[in-house]
């Protein structure tokens, strides 16, 4: 199936607040927390996850002083999904190295990427929106509605914004709270000029390949 833009849903700027907790089995909770920064615009979408600025600062020294890398960070680096021909593709572009690297459709698992455009341009399929049914659960946001539904033990709730074509959180879990899962998704006033996929088309281009041993 051939992926199509969306002209119709709006330019966004978003900040994405991710938090997972696990209780494992033998009483230990476990919890990450991480954010990134998402663009979207018709056809693109730029992922990036925002990093300590020591780790910025190591990277940016081990460039200006020219080290070879062989190892290809995927969580890391910035990622850009976009449309060519009807298929979605994923590149990760180094800043500090300059690189663009290309991803074949076969190894998008070992980029935790499903291929999915609706799942990286919406943050989840939009048809799933209209299969689970409107909760009593209320909502202080103009546009936005929350909607939730439980199988097997496990729930779902997202807080979908109908004007802006996005869900402002995701929960999802077990209602045992061994697991629960959280996105909390902020859009931003003022939109980026400056797309940083345009401003790395200069970069020296690099095949996945390159960094497998």
Known sequence: MQAQPDNTAPALDLRINYYNKILTPEGVTKETRYEEIMLRRPGHVWIERILPKQSNAHLTESAEKGHTHKQFNHVTTPR?????NGQTKIEFIDKNQKELISIPAAEFNNVNFDGSWDNAFYLLNP????????????????NAKWHEREINGSFQRILWDEQKQIPLSIETGDKHGFIFRKLDIQI?????AQLPWKQAQSYSRKEYADFLD
């Open 80 to 84: 850009h999904i976009f449309i060519d």
């Open 127 to 142: 048809k799933l929106i209209k299969e689970i049914p409107l909760s009593k659960r209320q909502s202080t946001i103009t």
């Open 188 to 192: 931003e006033n003022k939109l980026n």
